[in-house]
């Protein structure tokens, strides 16, 4: 009898049921938003995609506080972030137009990584967000898919796609 295929074997979406959490996208308050698509190789929009961040904090500490999900004391569903400890880890879904928010401190390494799941991928895709431009991007092509836009003081912008033309550069860590 042959093993039943897990969810890395077999295309999505399975990310909808219990990994996003209330206030999953709220590292912070008080800091920036960044926000953005997820857009497949048609430049249409993929409403049922899943991103995790890290990222320093403003010091460039990547000492995260644990815990700062709260639960219901009676039913231990996780009820969201309680919002004071900074943890440098973020998850949330897009909504049914491709569009997800994060709100955060400026991280003080000038980037928020980002682990991207979606139908289709039979594994997750690494990417970073710069807040600004770092001297290495200069050095490789399609560099200005990883660096945010900004809208105006404490927003920024950053499409993820997926394939085309201005396919965002992913990287390997294998």
């Known amino acids: 009898m042959m093993p039943l295929p897990t969810p890395s074997q077999t295309v999505g979406p399975f990310y909808g049921y219990a990994l996003p959490f209330p206030g999953g996208g709220d590292l912070a308050g008080g800091g920036i938003t ?16 899943l991103l995790e961040f890290w990222q320093a904090d403003a010091s460039g500490s990547l000492r995260g506080a644990p815990g700062s999900l709260r639960r219901d004391p009676v039913t231990g569903a996780v009820v969201g972030r309680h919002g004071v400890d900074f943890t440098g880890f973020g998850r949330v879904s897009t909504d049914a137009d491709g569009h997800w928010v994060l709100r955060t401190v400026p991280p003080g390494t ?3 990584s980002v682990c991207l799941f979606a139908r289709g991928l ?5 990417t970073r967000i ?14 200005e898919t990883l660096l945010a836009v900004r809208e105006r003081d404490g927003v920024y912008r950053w499409d993820l796609r997926l394939q ?10 294998g």
């Open 34 to 49: 960044v926000h953005g698509l997820v857009l497949d190789g048609a430049g249409e929009p993929i409403p049922d995609a």
């Open 110 to 112: 000038g980037y928020i």
């Open 122 to 126: 039979l594994h997750h895709l690494f």
């Open 130 to 143: 710069y807040l600004r431009p770092a001297p290495f991007l200069d050095t490789f092509d399609r560099a």
């Open 164 to 173: 085309g033309e201005k396919e965002t550069v992913f990287l390997d860590f």
